[in-house]
């Protein structure tokens, strides 16, 4: 995904900030053991695992682009939100 060409040209990471950044991603994650199981959650079915995947984490937030999973707005108490929502309430906490 980081080598998507629209990355590299918005972005222009080097291999050494790539390879930092996914370093960072794999310390800091919580990794779920795939306990859960959604469907017909959202819209598209591909999306369902997200919704899985934070419900076994307990997390808060789901951040995210895609309207399947946005257009939800929040499911048990997660809330769903853009990447510039999140921030935001990131910032005011």
């Known amino acids: ?4 060409p629209h990355i590299i040209k918005r972005f222009t990471p080097s291999e050494d900030d790539i390879n930092e950044f996914i370093g960072l991603i794999v310390e800091k994650a919580l990794i779920t053991e795939g306990l859960y199981s959604a469907e017909g959650i959202t819209e598209d079915p591909a999306d369902d695992m997200f919704i899985a995947c934070a419900l076994e984490a307990e997390t808060d937030y789901i951040v995210a682009r895609d309207p399947h999973l946005r257009n939800l707005e929040h499911f048990h108490g997660i809330q769903i939100v ?6 935001k309430k990131v910032k005011e906490k």
């Open 82 to 87: 853009d990447v510039t929502t999140f921030i």
């Open 1 to 4: 995904m980081l080598h998507y």
